[in-house]
């Protein structure tokens, strides 16, 4: 699985709780919002 989170977003720390209890394998990818009219705009 992959998960792309922001290092700020509280909402992205719970879902990596969430996977870490549950013992489910992922993929961290950190997305900046804020830079340069940020990343997850880009395709």
């Keep these: ?11 992205s ?11 489910i394998a992922y993929e961290s990818f950190r997305v900046d919002l804020a830079k340069d009219g940020g990343e997850h705009t880009r395709g």
């Design 13 to 23: 720390l719970r879902v990596r709780i969430a996977l870490n209890l549950k013992g």
């Design 1 to 11: 699985m992959k998960l792309f989170e922001y290092p700020a977003s509280s909402s």
